[in-house]
């Protein structure tokens, strides 16, 4: 779908769909997973290929004017009134809180800012009420979530992953003893400050691993590619997945599911 034309009218209703760059470059499937379930879940999925990079990496490095052009780069591709669903709460985030941050006193960019940032959402926050988690396939599953440091401040996606989680047929939520702790991944912390960040990521996998589950599952893949780095480095067998990965596989082989 070309960004410079508005959707047009469906009988399923439409979401829009931002993958971000570390799902794009890192966790590709992660992002068909997401997309599969939206669909499942009755919604037609419209993905604007333009779509580059929310600009946390140039923000949060100090880089404001950097930050603000990638903005820019992103503020034709959404101009139907639909809902934007973000499979990360740190990205989700981003686009909800700080890039009215980046507007200055530029009242036009303020106004085409705060149309999109209001229609963010966080792919778990979305998906956790529309969908029936009690029709998808029964796997028994020890689990435990890792909700990202801007999800947890920024959105609900902890209590709705947990309510996900907790939702799942077979699934036995266990709570780890560092949830609320930072992974250290960070953005560009995890390289600026790579000894910090490696103590803080296995401080996370012991925590993980001490807590007795098969898999855990986050909605940030900048933490999944940490914690995961961390694990295969410490050769330890458990790995994490994005949360849309796990209700992929548990989608039914036919219908959709409301």
């Known amino acids: ?8 009218p469906a009988s399923r209703p439409q979401v829009y ?5 570390v799902i794009d470059l890192f966790y590709p499937d992660a992002g068909m997973d997401a997309i599969a379930v939206l669909e499942h879940a009755g919604f037609e ?3 604007p290929e333009s779509q580059t990079c929310c600009g946390q990496p140039a923000y949060t490095s100090g880089f404001p004017e950097e930050a603000r052009e990638v903005m820019r780069a992103q503020l034709t591709l959404f101009p139907a009134p639909l809902p934007i669903v973000v499979p990360s709460g740190s990205c989700m985030g981003m686009m909800r809180h700080h890039w009215p941050h980046l507007c200055g006193e530029d009242a036009a960019l303020r106004s085409r800012v705060s149309d999109i940032s ?6 778990t926050d979305f998906i956790a009420d529309r969908i029936d988690l009690s029709k998808l396939k029964r ?3 020890q689990v435990c979530l890792h909700t990202s440091c801007s999800a947890r401040r ?4 902890l209590s709705s992953g ?7 047929p077979g699934v036995t939520l266990l709570i780890q003893d560092h949830e609320s702790e930072c992974c250290g991944f960070g953005g560009t912390f995890s390289v600026k400050h790579p000894e910090i960040s490696a103590a803080m990521a296995n401080d996370k996998v012991a925590a993980l691993t001490a807590s007795g589950c098969d898999s855990f599952v986050s909605a940030d893949c900048g933490c999944l590619l940490n914690l995961n780095t961390t694990l295969e480095k410490r050769g330890m067998p458990l790995r994490g997945r994005h949360v849309a ?3 992929r596989d548990r989608l039914p082989d036919d219908g959709v599911i409301l």
Do not use: D, N
Not at 118 to 123: D, I, L, N, T, W
Not at 154 to 157: F, L
């Open 45 to 47: 999925v419209l993905f």
């Open 245 to 247: 990965s796990l209700l």
């Open 1 to 8: 779908m070309s960004p410079s034309i508005k959707a047009a």
């Open 139 to 141: 796997k028994s599953q």
């Open 17 to 21: 769909f931002f993958a971000t760059c």
């Open 154 to 157: 920024e959105t609900g996606a």
């Open 162 to 168: 947990r309510k996900v989680l907790a939702g799942l």
């Open 118 to 123: 209001a229609r963010v959402v966080e792919f």
